[in-house]
């Protein structure tokens, strides 16, 4: 039988790491103490413009810390704006993308997809489009809908191959529908909607009747519709 002289079982090799743990939580409010203090002192010059500066920048950091991170159609709209104007592509406020809780919206108008009534899309309107097929594989949204809205002005066509703008805004947007399933969208998300000239921005005639050109212009146009 052993005398020896331990006294009780031996500590656990982790212990003392846990017992120290208080350390880093220690630390931590040390920093935060030296950051308030700095921020106190940046604010006791008296200087307006000193203390405005620090305000702003201790606004925006909290901000920036809570703000959430972007979602994929927020990021599709940024990219699609971005790569616009890297291309030299002018548009204006209704043209750009916009993006909302449940998707994002892209309008092209129809002088720059098509000539005066045909329903082919024009070479040059080829790129924007592509970008917009690009960027929606790229992020890997998978859970969403495209209604194509196509949209006329008001003057009448009769043709053999659009006997009226029902037909015409019709084709033109499954044209576009078409040139995105070439480039990976799925079919059966797609929607193909005419309004012929049902739904104008603005008015298409002045109170006395008369036609105004720059408003039928805003009124032609092709509405991308991607949602949740």
Request: aromatic share 8%.
């Amino acid at each position: 039988m052993s005398g020896g002289g331990s006294s009780g079982p031996p500590e656990p090799p982790h212990q003392a790491e846990e017992e120290e743990g208080w350390l880093l939580s220690f630390a931590d409010l040390v920093v935060n103490m030296m950051a308030l203090f700095l921020v106190l002192y940046s604010m006791s010059d008296p200087d307006p413009g000193k203390f405005e500066t620090a305000a702003q920048s201790i606004t925006k950091a909290f901000t920036t810390a809570n703000a959430p991170p972007p979602s994929p159609f927020q990021q599709l709209v940024q990219q699609m704006n971005q790569q616009m104007a890297e291309a030299g592509v002018e548009v204006d406020a209704t043209q750009q993308a916009q993006v909302n809780k449940r998707g994002s919206t892209f309008e092209f108008k129809s002088g720059d997809m098509f000539a005066v009534g045909l329903a082919t899309i024009l070479p040059a309107g080829e790129p924007i489009l592509d970008r917009v097929a690009q960027n929606l594989v790229f992020l890997g949204v998978t859970n969403y809908r495209i209604d194509i809205e196509g949209h006329t002005d008001d003057v009448p066509i009769n043709t053999a191959q659009f006997p009226s703008n029902w037909e015409l805004s019709t084709a033109r947007a499954s044209a576009v529908a078409r040139f995105l399933i070439s480039r990976g969208i799925k079919a059966d998300r797609i929607t193909v909607i005419g309004y012929a000239e049902t739904k104008p921005k603005v008015p298409n005639r002045d109170a006395a009747g008369n036609g105004l050109p720059d408003n039928r212009a805003e009124n032609r146009r092709v509405t991308v519709r991607i949602e949740r």
